[in-house]
């Protein structure tokens, strides 16, 4: 399963890159503002951190302005993902700039049904959103599902990109049900390490290795 780090934070991404966690990055209009940063100029950054896509999202509504974002997204960097709403002028951008040979991640997407709308337009990544489907009582992981099953019945490449992912429960379930990608805040990405077992099990072993001064170095 590809790791895609969720944020605009150059430190984080930084240090999980660094771990070899990163083999992409997504940004979305939140994160940009969150940052603080000028869009462009920050993207940049993260493209020469990052050897994989790294989606950067149009801020327009109609497809032609869409399209002119994108021409202009992809000159930052070779691994830029143009990143689209998954509304019909979406779909049509995510089509000339696919055509164009460039990468488009379509983003917000809530059904199957709008997820085989993306694979015919030729999106490169499918974003589902996970956590926003469980905030509204919805199992975001049937919608997984349901678009791996339609995806590999047809063998569709779009690369299904599990998104708004919350919990490393997500993450868990993703992989089971064989998400391509998913994207995550670096935070998420980190708890993954953690296991009571772990911190317990080295607990003891400290100890032993102070009662009977067991030494390497
Ligand atoms: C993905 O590309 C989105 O940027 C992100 O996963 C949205 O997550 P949220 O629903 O937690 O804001």
Not at 26 to 40: A, E, Q, Y
Not at 67 to 83: C, P, S, T, W
Not at 185 to 202: E, S
Request: one cysteine or more; aromatic letters at 4%; a negative charge.
């Amino acid at each position: 399963m590809k790791f895609f780090v969720d944020t605009a934070d150059i430190d984080a991404i930084a240090e999980l890159n660094a771990l070899g966690m990163v083999d992409g990055v997504t940004t979305n209009p939140s994160l940009i503002k969150k940052s603080g940063r000028d869009i462009m100029e920050v993207t940049k950054e993260i493209c020469d951190l990052v050897d994989g896509p790294v989606s950067a999202e149009v801020t327009a509504t109609d497809a032609d302005t869409m399209i002119a974002e994108g021409r202009k997204l992809v000159e930052i960097a070779d691994n830029i993902a143009v990143k689209v709403p998954l509304t019909w002028d979406g779909l049509k951008a995510c089509k000339v700039l696919t055509d164009e040979g460039h990468m488009v991640n379509v983003t917000l997407c809530f059904s199957a049904n709008q997820a085989l709308l993306a694979a015919k337009a030729g999106a490169t990544f499918i974003s589902p959103f996970i956590g926003r489907l469980d905030d509204i009582n919805l199992d975001g992981m049937d919608l997984i599902g349901d678009i791996r099953a339609i995806y590999d019945n047809y063998g569709y490449e779009t690369q299904i990109l599990a998104a708004s992912i919350r919990t490393v429960n997500h993450v868990t379930q993703s992989a089971l049900v064989g998400a391509d990608v998913m994207t995550a805040p670096p935070g998420v990405i980190k708890a993954m390490v953690n296991h009571p077992l772990t911190d317990k099990g080295l607990d003891a072993f400290l100890a032993d290795i102070k009662a009977a001064g067991i030494k390497i170095l």
